[in-house]
């Protein structure tokens, strides 16, 4: 039983890292000038911005690489035979697995930010337990309409992702690469 619960969580862990690296590549390149221009084009909605000028082109860009870069890796690993054991879905597909984990971790979070300044919260300010799980969400939600992802992975890996967001963001906060802990 505690084998299989361990099995699971290195299957979440390992299908979700491009939608990890995806989520954490805005944090890593926020000093880049590329494409450092808002999504929403500086646009409002009343008096609130639609997403804020944090959501940048350049974070889409390099998350979406980043996703793609890692999928390719986890391709080269399931090609040798290396980690087949928790592979979920088929690696040889890497690169739209990539634009999927990539592109679906960071609409998830855009979509969260949406919410966030209609209900007026600041960014970077606590929205529990979206802050922690709209990337995943979003990577899941597009990867299941191409890959056979079970429920039960699906939603042990928001949890999976719940708990490694708050200790990864802590982690970043301490290290100086983020402003906020959350």
């Known amino acids: 039983m505690a084998e299989s619960f361990f099995v699971l969580i290195a299957e979440c ?8 690296f995806a989520n954490m590549a805005p944090v ?21 911005p639609i997403l804020g000028d944090h959501k940048t082109f350049r974070g889409l860009f390099f998350g979406v690489l980043f996703a793609a870069i ?17 592979a979920v879905v088929d690696y040889t597909k890497w690169l739209l697995l990539g634009l999927l984990m990539g592109s679906g971790a960071l609409i998830g979070d855009a979509v969260k930010s949406f919410f966030k300044r209609r209900l007026g919260i600041a960014p970077g ?14 990577a899941l939600a597009f990867t299941m309409l191409f890959f056979g992802i079970s429920w039960k992975l699906f939603f042990a890996s928001i949890l999976l992702s719940f708990l490694l ?18």
């Open 125 to 138: 300010a606590k929205f529990i337990p979206f802050d922690q799980t709209d990337f995943a969400i979003g």
């Open 28 to 48: 890593m390149v926020k000093n880049v000038k590329f494409l450092d221009y808002p999504v929403d084009f500086g646009k409002k909605i009343g008096d609130a």
């Open 13 to 20: 862990f390992y299908l979700l890292l491009p939608a990890y």
């Open 165 to 182: 967001h708050i200790i990864t963001n802590h982690i970043a906060f301490w290290l100086k690469m983020r402003d906020e802990k959350w």
């Open 70 to 86: 890692i999928a390719y890796l986890q391709f080269v690993l399931y090609n040798s035979g290396k980690l087949a054991a928790i």
